[in-house]
């Protein structure tokens, strides 16, 4: 059964662009939820999504942005970027969006010049 | 406020020691308590689910523990390893309103020493 898929891996962008990471789950998982986590620091919640909609949101600025599909695909959008938006992007399927496991991808890798 | 604090921040042992790294949450209710282990620079993988009917849970050398009385967690290693140097994350699920919220905490920097 594969595992959960980010891409892309590594991505170099400069202050003011955009990006969009995109998130597989593992079948037949419908939550997919996005994490930022900077260096030295703890993951901070981004948002989730189950069945095309958004379930929960962090305390992120309205740059931050994101949708799933109906074959539960997620993509996150950060627009106007930041130096500080250097992070490494995880995404994380669940079968049950309450109880169940959380399995992460090996995440994006971004850095903002 | 729900706030989920770890202890230590870091640790250092020497391989074939065993650790019990801390963790302290205010949630309540809750849904779950769970440990996570996150290698450098990867995703983090599960070690164990635990509800707050159950007082301890393995995970080959991982054994965690849960005091729901007075909201205590802890995660012990048996016989460490050099792969077990890793950050190892304490995550509560708690219902919130018709949803529900994971509260994370900051992690256990763990380091194996030959």
């Known amino acids: 059964k594969a595992g959960v898929t980010q891409t892309p891996r590594y991505l170099i962008k400069t202050r003011g662009q955009q990006v969009t990471l995109s998130c597989s789950p593992i079948s037949g998982h419908r939550s997919v939820s996005w994490y930022q986590q900077t260096p030295g620091q703890g993951l901070q919640f981004l948002f989730e999504?189950?069945?095309?909609?958004?379930?929960n949101k962090g305390n992120f600025p309205g740059r931050f942005s994101g949708r799933q599909f109906s074959n539960s695909r997620s993509e996150m959008n950060v627009s106007t970027l930041e130096l500080g938006d250097s992070a490494l992007y995880l995404c994380?399927?669940?079968?049950?969006?309450?109880?169940?496991?959380?399995?992460f991808g090996e995440g994006s890798r971004l850095t903002v010049l | 406020k729900n706030q989920v604090e770890q202890s230590p921040q870091s640790l250092i042992i020497l391989e074939g020691k065993n650790c019990t790294l801390q963790c302290n949450y205010t949630v309540s209710p809750f849904s779950n308590l769970r440990w996570y282990k996150q290698d450098t620079g990867r995703g983090p993988v599960s070690l164990t689910i635990?509800?707050?009917s159950e007082n301890t849970k393995s995970n080959g050398r991982y054994t965690a523990t849960l005091d729901a009385d007075t909201k205590q967690s802890s995660l012990h290693i048996t016989a460490s390893q050099l792969s077990d140097s890793a950050s190892y994350i304490c995550?509560?699920?708690?219902?919130?309103?018709?949803?529900?919220?994971?509260?994370w905490g900051a992690g256990t920097k763990l380091i194996i020493k030959p």
């Open positions: 994380a399927s669940s079968q049950d969006r309450v109880t169940g496991e959380l399995f």
């Open positions: 635990m509800t707050f």
């Open positions: 999504y189950f069945s095309e909609t958004q379930r």
């Open positions: 995550v509560v699920s708690a219902p919130m309103d018709s949803n529900y919220q994971l509260i």
